[in-house]
């Protein structure tokens, strides 16, 4: 009876997780907080990877930042570099994917689109792209919470926002049933 009921919840999973469904999506919040800074930039992000792991599509909303240097007076605020780095929250790590200084998506999939202070960034990592490493091989940390974007500004070189990526919540969902999908696919 066990062993039928058993079956049954690993049908379901298998189902729920056919190849029908949508790559896991990543989320950050970019914030002044997580860099130390104070800043009151702030911005968004949605990731979502591909079902077969080898493409991360990514777009980026910054606000309060000035991208292109002509949205106000200063230069302090003027954006330097933009990246994902490879650490847990509260370390500084190295860079796995630039957008700016430098730019890693070297197959033209990078947009940006500066409206005063606000700036959205689009890419995809894929194939072989990353500064030192693929998305193939950072797959493990952006699984287990170790990447973060982080922009630098003439004011803050280090980082003037960082924001950690973490799973959406419905792919949290979709990382626990893979793993009943692995303890299924052993009892059964």
Known sequence: MKARILAG?????????????????????????????????????????????????ISVTVEGLDFDGSATFGTEDNVTAFHIHRAKAGVVGPVVFGFISPNSDTNGQFNMDVNGLTTTITSVWDGVEGNGTT????????????????????????????GQVTPEPASLTLLGIGGLVVMCRRRV
């Not at 298998?14 to 930039?41: C, N």
């Not at 998305?135 to 922009?151: K, Q």
């Not at 630098?152 to 003037?160: D, R």
């Open 9 to 57: 919840i690993c049908a379901g999973v298998v189902l729920a997780t056919s190849p029908a469904r949508a790559g896991l999506k990543f989320i950050a919040s970019l914030d002044g907080t997580q860099s130390g800074t104070g800043s009151s930039a702030t911005g968004s992000a949605a990731l979502e990877l591909s079902d077969d792991k080898t493409a991360l599509s």
């Open 135 to 162: 998305l193939s091989d950072e797959i493990s940390n952006l699984l287990s919470e170790g990447l973060y974007f982080n922009v630098h500004t003439n004011s803050n070189p280090g980082g003037e926002i960082r």
